[in-house]
């Protein structure tokens, strides 16, 4: 009996193991199905992804295409003003040295630019009033930056702020203008009043910024001789200025005014401010 189905048996086995094996096909085919569809899933959200980043670009072209329609020609105007900023700038600060004055660091341009278009229209008085006014205003301040960066100093620059603040402006003048001189020297081991081939000495520093064309018209009063250092033979018989020869040699006998004193200091303060710019 056993024999004779045994055959029959083994056919059923191979059945059943063939089944099995479809039935494991077809969940992994069933599994895959899902893979595929999960990938196709992932494939459009990356392809919607894609849209709103092309999207997203656009955008960001279209706003900087109105930036740049908005503000294209404020752009160039400020461009072209960098262009002529030194050129301008060189301008006032020779202007206003001509008159004594030199340029803060705390001073706009417009400000600054404002006060040279001033001196240049005659309105001497009213410019120089403004000028003493806006210094007194920051003695203070003036004193300690000059100081803090001159230590060893700090004792004669004392001296001649106290000087100032009693109105002693005879003592206080010929201070500042000393200190000027002497901090040049120890700086840029240059005079400030000495001339080298009818320039002043310190225009041999100055050169050394040729390229850099805004720090030079910054310091392009150390290579103009203005009224504080002008000689005997330059200056004209009615002068009347500030001028440190006639104040140190004894020739000016009415140089102590809050005005002349208020000048020493914007001198003595720019010259500590445009030499220490380079240590920046």
């Not at 900087?64 to 752009?75: R, T, V, Y």
């Not at 206003?96 to 309105?123: C, I, P, R, V």
């Not at 001649?160 to 009693?166: C, E, L, N, Y």
Request: aromatic residues 10%; hydrophobic residues 40%.
């Amino acid at each position: 009996m056993d024999t004779e189905h045994s055959p029959l048996t083994s056919l059923e086995l191979h059945i059943n193991s063939l089944q099995e094996t479809l039935e494991i096909a077809n969940e992994q085919i069933e599994a895959s199905r899902g893979i595929l569809e999960r990938m196709h899933e992932i494939a459009l959200r990356f392809q919607e992804f894609g849209k709103a980043i092309k999207q997203s670009f656009e955008s960001v072209n279209c706003f900087l295409q109105e930036l740049n329609d908005s503000f294209g020609p404020l752009l160039a105007i400020i461009q072209a003003s960098f262009v002529t900023l030194p050129a301008r700038t060189q301008s006032a600060l020779i202007l206003l040295g001509q008159h004594g004055w030199y340029f803060h660091s705390e001073m706009t341009f417009s400000d600054f630019w404002q006060l040279a278009d001033d001196l240049k229209n005659g309105e001497v008085i009213e410019t120089e009033k403004l000028l003493v006014e806006y210094f007194e205003e920051r003695l203070s301040k003036i004193e300690s930056f000059i100081s803090t960066n001159y230590p060893h100093r700090s004792h004669l620059i004392r001296a001649a702020f106290d000087a100032h603040r009693r109105k002693d402006y005879a003592l206080s003048i010929p201070v500042f203008l000393a200190q000027a001189d002497g901090i040049c020297q120890e700086t840029i081991s240059q005079s400030l009043f000495i001339k080298k081939d009818k320039k002043p000495s310190t225009a041999l520093y100055v050169a050394k910024f040729e390229s850099e064309v805004f720090m030079a018209a910054l310091l392009s009063p150390l290579a103009t001789t203005l009224t504080i250092s002008l000689s005997e033979k330059e200056r004209p018989k009615d002068f009347t200025g500030l001028n440190r020869h006639m104040v140190l040699h004894g020739e000016s006998l009415d140089y102590d005014t809050k005005s002349n004193s208020v000048k020493a200091i914007s001198l003595l303060n720019y010259i500590v401010y445009v030499l220490r710019l380079r240590d920046s």
